[in-house]
């Protein structure tokens, strides 16, 4: 209670505080005492200092954080660089995700620009950081970290496990249009990204040791050719490991590129008529950039003898072409036993025009290049062509000797094929093709079976689609022919009656 020194002294109470000061924790309170009671601050028994724990009491604060530096300093590089990837690479795929599907800017850019652009960092990420980081770490730490494991551990992690399965998930399910063509159109990408020079598919060289994520002479051992001062060859054990690799990420791309188209090619994937038929048509062009890509990738493993390899994406492959060509041939068969509501014109004439276009590709890559009866110029001139894609197929790149694909078979599509194109090209699709024959085909492919009743051939069910189609045309040709119209100087020439088509 005192304010004031008497004769130039203090009170007990302060010299008590003075010759003793009490130091409290930064978590403890200090103590409280009654109305007219005397606060004892040199009792050691007091009953607030017993809850004190004395290993908060010290004068080191910083030991907590020590502990953290010090457990992030042991880390692994190749760790931190995986978590600083995902990171970047999962902050971009949630923007997309949470983006509502419309532009926030129309006038500057629309909304699949505005998508691409969002995903961007994810596909830079995917192709070029994550080889780059993985020949970064094994030049930095070449006695802890190998170029080998870098690589796969980093291809796995942040293509496998993260990029691939959401894009996958987002092109096959996302309830908005845009988006879902944002994803099916970053397969695209990614697949022309990665075979960039440096990358996982890389091209820009044949020796599977000089080229991709492994850089020029790169060696999987600890002591690289940073340690041994020049470039090293590898063994034949260790380029066959990586050609198997690289095979390996073509294969795992190309069948979740294919697996994005099919569920969009489906019937009634949206409600609304405009959005089916947007979706739809995405599909049909991404099925179109796919289809070549992998029918090369399927003479290759018939080549090395991998025929279950050949096949696992042969199937998918299949069921993409006759989801492409159910679009196209029976929709008057669905919408007429109910299946699907009949969508606008607009909508049907693009989504028509992308599947006659895809139908053009199936009979470039289920034909040969020298047609029969073809001359010597057309033939070169075709060859020539095609030798500046590296991804163009014909029936000549298909080696003989799988059970199932074989030139045969696909040879049969194509010609169905290239009949049912020459009726649309020449009729417009004003051919009538036999209701029954629709709508058998028409509940065959909804229902997912074979056609042909057993599953004999994955081929059946496209011949069955296609087949009335190329049979109505070759009818109403014949007999224009038959009846004396056709024109002499005029190629495959005859003369219609318009009037009397169905």
Partial sequence: QCSYPVD????WLHQQATNKPTRLHPLQSPPRTHPGEMMQLDDPHTDNDKNINPDLITDDDDNAATDDISEDENESPLVLALDDLESRIVASLNEFKSHPGRASNPRERNIHQELADILRPVV???SHAGPSTARALAQTYPHVLGLEMCVDEIYTRVNSELVLPVVLESAQS?????KRAASLAMFHTLYGEWQKGGSYLDGTTNNVSLSGPYGVGGAS???SSAAAGGPQ?????ETSRR?????????????????????????GTFTSSTLDAAAAGRGVLSASAALKPCLRYMAQRIGSADDAGALRLFLPV?????????????????????????SGEKEGDALRSSCIKFLEIVVLCFSNKALPGAGAGQTIGRAKKDASHVNDFSLED?????PIITRESLEEIGEYAYSTLRGLVVLGGQAKIDPNLLLAAAASSSGGADFMGGGSSPMSQIVAIIKPAALAFQTIESEAEKAGGAEPNTKNGFVLDRSSIE
Avoid: Y
């Fill in 318 to 342: 299949m069921r993409m072409i006759e989801g492409v060509l159910g679009r196209l041939f029976l929709e008057r068969a669905r919408n007429n036993s109910g299946m699907e509501v009949d």
């Fill in 233 to 237: 060859l590898l063994s034949s054990m």
């Fill in 124 to 126: 830079e990420a995917s």
């Fill in 8 to 11: 130039g002294h203090l009170c």
């Fill in 243 to 267: 050609s198997n690799l690289r095979s390996a990420r073509k294969a795992e791309l190309l069948r979740r590129w294919v697996q994005s188209a099919i569920p969009n090619l489906a019937p």
């Fill in 221 to 223: 051992s600890s002591s």
């Fill in 398 to 402: 298909l080696p003989p000797g799988h």
């Fill in 174 to 178: 996302d309830v908005v249009p845009a």
